[in-house]
C-alpha cells in the first residue's frame, strides 16, 4: 500500500500534520460526538463528568453549629473580671434541636455539630472548663464567636458548587450529598473496543516461537483505559487480513463508541488498515508530526459502523504516548471534560533534541525538599523500549523544533 494518496493528488484529510493541528482536529472531532446525559445515583455518579452544574439550594452550615465539645453561652457573661462560674441548664447533642433558650448567666452543654441554643453566641472547649454539678466554671475564656459555625459560612444559596465538566471526585460527590442530592446528571462514558493486530502477536503464557512476541500492547491499552473509569472489552488479536480486519472493525463499529486499534497503520505491505479506513470510512487525520507514534490515524467508520476509529501505532511506547495525548483527550472532548491541569517540572539533566517533531519522552518525576518539581530524562528513547516506559512515571513534553535543553530547563510533563 503506497505510503499517501497518489503523488499527484493532494490527501483529502489532514496528513503529516503538526501535533497542535493533531489537538485541534480531534477536539472538533469530539465535539461532534458528545455523548448524552444520564441521571445517576451518587454511588454510581463518581468518576463520572458532571453534565450539569450543581447550585446551592441549602446554606452550608444549614444552621449555627457548635465546632466542639463543650458549652454554649452567651459571651457577655465573660465581660466582668475573674473567673465566671454559669450555671448548667441542659444539654444539646448533635440531632433534633432542643426546645431551650439560655438566659444570662447560664450555659448549655454541647457537642460537636449540634445546634446553637437560642441566646447563646460562643462555645468555651470542655477543656478548658471545670465542672461542679450544675455549676460550670470558665478557666479560659473564649473569644466572642469563638468555636461557633455560622450557617451559610461555607457556602450560600445561589452559590454554584460544581461546575460542568468537572470530574466527580469522592468530595464533590459529597458535596453534592451534603445539599441533599440523591442523583447527578452526568455525561455518559464512552464504550470502548480494544484490538492488537499482527501476525506476529502471541497471547502471554503460550509458548513463543522464532518471529513472534507476546501481546503487550492489550494489557497495557485495557489498563490506561481502566485508569479513566472505562470498562473496555479486549477482541482477539486481528491476523495481518483485510478481509478478516472489516469483519471485525465492522462488528465493533456497529456495537461501541470507540475502536481502539494498535499495530498496522504505517506504510508497510500488512499495515491494512489506513487503506481500508480510506475506502470504507472517513479519515479525519493520519500522521502527526510527534515522536513517538507519528502514524497515528483517526477516523469515522461510515460503512463500518457510527464509532470513530483510533488506530495507534504499534510500538508499546508509541501506544502509551499516543493514548495519554491523543486518546486521551478525545474521550475528555466526548465527556465534555474540563482540560487536565498542565504540569511542569526542571529538567535534573541537560537534553539534546535533534528533530523537529514534537516528542513525548519517558522520565522521572520528583518534588525536591524545596518543593521544587524536578524530571529525570530516560536515555532510552526508542520506541520499543518499554523497560524505560515501566521505569519512569511522566511523559516528558519536548517542544517542536530541534534545540538544546539545559539542566533546569522548564518543560511539561504528563503523569501515567
Given at each position: 500500500m503506497p505510503e499517501s494518496p497518489h503523488p499527484d493528488t493532494a490527501p483529502s484529510f489532514p496528513y503529516r500534520v503538526p501535533f497542535d493541528e493533531a489537538c485541534a482536529i480531534v477536539d472538533a472531532v469530539a465535539a461532534e460526538r458528545v455523548l448524552e446525559v444520564q441521571t445517576l445515583s451518587l454511588g454510581r455518579a463518581h468518576g463520572h463528568v458532571l453534565a450539569?452544574?450543581?447550585?446551592?439550594?441549602?446554606?452550608?452550615?444549614?444552621?449555627?453549629?457548635?465546632?466542639?465539645?463543650?458549652?454554649?453561652?452567651?459571651?457577655?457573661?465573660l465581660a466582668g473580671e475573674g473567673v465566671v462560674t454559669l450555671q448548667l441548664v441542659g444539654e444539646q447533642f448533635a440531632g433534633p434541636r432542643a426546645d431551650v433558650r439560655i438566659a444570662r448567666g447560664q450555659c448549655l452543654r454541647i457537642t460537636t455539630g449540634a445546634a446553637i441554643p437560642e441566646g447563646a453566641n460562643t462555645v468555651v472547649m470542655k477543656e478548658n472548663t471545670r465542672v461542679d454539678g450544675d455549676r460550670v466554671e470558665i478557666l479560659v475564656p473564649p473569644r466572642p464567636g469563638q468555636h461557633v459555625r455560622r450557617a451559610g459560612e461555607d457556602s450560600k444559596v445561589g452559590d454554584r458548587l460544581l461546575h460542568a465538566g468537572d470530574v466527580?471526585?469522592?468530595?464533590?460527590v459529597a458535596l453534592a450529598a451534603s445539599q441533599g442530592l440523591a442523583q447527578l446528571e452526568v455525561v455518559r462514558r464512552p464504550t470502548v473496543a480494544v484490538f492488537a493486530t499482527g501476525d506476529e502477536l502471541i497471547e502471554p503464557g503460550m509458548p513463543l516461537q522464532p518471529g513472534q512476541i507476546y501481546n503487550s500492547n492489550r494489557e497495557q491499552l485495557m489498563g490506561l483505559l481502566r485508569a479513566e473509569g472505562l470498562e473496555p472489552v479486549a477482541f482477539p488479536t486481528l491476523p495481518d487480513d483485510p478481509a478478516q480486519i472489516?469483519?471485525?472493525?465492522r462488528h465493533?463499529?456497529?456495537?461501541?463508541?470507540?475502536?481502539?486499534?494498535?499495530?498496522?497503520?504505517?506504510a508497510?505491505?500488512?499495515?491494512?488498515?489506513?487503506?481500508?479506513?480510506?475506502?470504507?470510512?472517513?479519515?479525519?487525520?493520519?500522521?502527526?508530526?510527534?515522536k513517538p507514534g507519528m502514524p497515528l490515524l483517526l477516523a469515522e467508520g461510515d460503512t463500518l459502523g457510527p464509532a470513530l476509529f483510533?488506530?495507534?501505532?504499534?510500538?508499546?511506547?508509541?501506544?502509551?504516548?499516543?493514548?495519554?495525548?491523543?486518546?486521551?483527550?478525545?474521550?475528555?472532548?466526548?465527556?465534555?471534560?474540563?482540560?487536565?491541569?498542565?504540569?511542569?517540572?526542571?529538567?535534573r539533566g541537560a537534553w539534546r533534541k535533534n528533530?523537529?517533531?514534537?516528542?513525548?519522552?519517558?522520565?522521572?518525576?520528583?518534588?525536591?525538599?524545596?518543593?521544587?518539581?524536578?524530571?529525570?530524562?530516560?536515555?532510552?528513547?526508542?520506541?520499543?523500549?518499554?523497560?524505560?516506559?515501566?521505569?519512569?512515571?511522566?511523559?516528558?513534553?519536548?517542544?517542536?523544533?530541534?534545540?538544546?535543553?539545559?539542566v533546569d530547563s522548564v518543560v511539561e510533563v504528563v503523569p501515567y
Amino acid at each position: 500500500m503506497p505510503e499517501s494518496p497518489h503523488p499527484d493528488t493532494a490527501p483529502s484529510f489532514p496528513y503529516r500534520v503538526p501535533f497542535d493541528e493533531a489537538c485541534a482536529i480531534v477536539d472538533a472531532v469530539a465535539a461532534e460526538r458528545v455523548l448524552e446525559v444520564q441521571t445517576l445515583s451518587l454511588g454510581r455518579a463518581h468518576g463520572h463528568v458532571l453534565a450539569r452544574d450543581v447550585v446551592a439550594t441549602l446554606p452550608q452550615p444549614p444552621f449555627d453549629n457548635s465546632a466542639m465539645d463543650g458549652f454554649a453561652l452567651d459571651h457577655h457573661d465573660l465581660a466582668g473580671e475573674g473567673v465566671v462560674t454559669l450555671q448548667l441548664v441542659g444539654e444539646q447533642f448533635a440531632g433534633p434541636r432542643a426546645d431551650v433558650r439560655i438566659a444570662r448567666g447560664q450555659c448549655l452543654r454541647i457537642t460537636t455539630g449540634a445546634a446553637i441554643p437560642e441566646g447563646a453566641n460562643t462555645v468555651v472547649m470542655k477543656e478548658n472548663t471545670r465542672v461542679d454539678g450544675d455549676r460550670v466554671e470558665i478557666l479560659v475564656p473564649p473569644r466572642p464567636g469563638q468555636h461557633v459555625r455560622r450557617a451559610g459560612e461555607d457556602s450560600k444559596v445561589g452559590d454554584r458548587l460544581l461546575h460542568a465538566g468537572d470530574v466527580l471526585t469522592p468530595s464533590r460527590v459529597a458535596l453534592a450529598a451534603s445539599q441533599g442530592l440523591a442523583q447527578l446528571e452526568v455525561v455518559r462514558r464512552p464504550t470502548v473496543a480494544v484490538f492488537a493486530t499482527g501476525d506476529e502477536l502471541i497471547e502471554p503464557g503460550m509458548p513463543l516461537q522464532p518471529g513472534q512476541i507476546y501481546n503487550s500492547n492489550r494489557e497495557q491499552l485495557m489498563g490506561l483505559l481502566r485508569a479513566e473509569g472505562l470498562e473496555p472489552v479486549a477482541f482477539p488479536t486481528l491476523p495481518d487480513d483485510p478481509a478478516q480486519i472489516a469483519s471485525a472493525l465492522r462488528h465493533a463499529g456497529e456495537a461501541f463508541d470507540l475502536v481502539l486499534t494498535c499495530g498496522g497503520v504505517s506504510a508497510g505491505e500488512k499495515d491494512h488498515l489506513p487503506e481500508l479506513l480510506q475506502r470504507r470510512g472517513r479519515v479525519r487525520l493520519w500522521k502527526t508530526m510527534m515522536k513517538p507514534g507519528m502514524p497515528l490515524l483517526l477516523a469515522e467508520g461510515d460503512t463500518l459502523g457510527p464509532a470513530l476509529f483510533l488506530c495507534l501505532p504499534g510500538n508499546p511506547v508509541s501506544v502509551l504516548a499516543t493514548w495519554l495525548a491523543v486518546g486521551r483527550r478525545l474521550i475528555d472532548g466526548m465527556q465534555r471534560r474540563v482540560p487536565r491541569p498542565v504540569r511542569r517540572a526542571r529538567l535534573r539533566g541537560a537534553w539534546r533534541k535533534n528533530h523537529e517533531r514534537l516528542e513525548f519522552l519517558r522520565g522521572r518525576w520528583s518534588i525536591d525538599e524545596d518543593g521544587v518539581s524536578r524530571v529525570e530524562p530516560n536515555p532510552a528513547d526508542g520506541s520499543h523500549r518499554m523497560q524505560a516506559a515501566a521505569d519512569s512515571d511522566v511523559l516528558i513534553v519536548l517542544e517542536a523544533g530541534a534545540r538544546e535543553y539545559p539542566v533546569d530547563s522548564v518543560v511539561e510533563v504528563v503523569p501515567y
